[in-house]
């Protein structure tokens, strides 16, 4: 009775170890590197865009990197071909770019072959405001080369706009201080209308108000 007992269990740990394998084995073919950003260690908010454009075939794993100091202040995995775009603190920056199809983790990066690799963009590149308002980032390109990788920078800012909108309540309507105008930043404060309406003696009667305008704030991509 105690020899089954025993085949049993190893029966079940030799299918715990396939299964183990088998995880291990989908990984690796997936790449196991998640798209997006991974973690970020800085006390400075991330405003400032940075969109990373790379081709199918290989994931990449983006550092950026203080450029005085060298000290990275995010990580982010690209899925090759997808869309990327990640918010950095405010600063100069210098980008450090691995390359592979099967991610071994932020230690041993990818395992080593042909399309395996390392990138590093020594120029710094500034992330900062410009003017009023104005929030200056990067967009970078990769593009597949004999040797590697080609990359091309350009500027990419995003503005703010002041947004209206003519508000006219309906019957009943409460009017909120701070309004959502399709997705814009809710303002707080007075709406300020242009006449509060007089209370009805009857307390079940509708309120009708006056039209006022509800500004919001919206962030454009303007370059």
Not at 171 to 197: F, K, Q, S, W
């Amino acid at each position: 009775m105690s020899h089954g007992i025993f085949l049993k269990l190893g029966h079940i740990a030799l299918l715990c170890l396939m299964i183990a394998a088998g995880g291990v084995r989908a990984a690796e073919r997936d790449g196991g590197l998640r798209h997006g950003l991974l973690w970020r260690d800085s006390p400075l908010a991330a405003v400032f865009p940075l969109v990373v454009k790379t081709p199918a075939g290989q994931d990449f794993y983006l550092r950026v990197e203080a450029a005085e100091t060298g000290k990275a202040v995010l990580a982010a995995g690209i899925k090759g071909g997808r869309f990327f775009r990640v918010l950095v603190p405010p600063g100069r920056y210098r980008l450090d770019i691995a390359y592979g199809t099967h991610w071994r983790g932020e230690d041993a990066l990818f395992t080593p072959g042909p399309e395996t690799g390392r990138l590093r963009i020594e120029s710094p590149l500034d992330f900062g405001v410009e003017g009023v308002a104005r929030k200056a980032g990067h967009v970078v390109t990769l593009d597949k080369a004999a040797d590697g990788f080609d990359v091309a920078i350009k500027g990419q800012a995003v503005c703010q706009r002041v947004t209206t909108r003519l508000i006219r309540p309906a019957p009943g309507e409460t009017r909120v201080p701070g309004v959502d105008l399709d997705g814009a930043i809710p303002v707080t404060g007075p709406y300020n209308p242009p006449r509060a309406p007089d209370m009805p003696p009857d307390p079940a009667a509708p309120i009708t108000g006056a039209p006022y305008l509800a500004y919001g704030i919206r962030s454009v991509v303007c370059d």
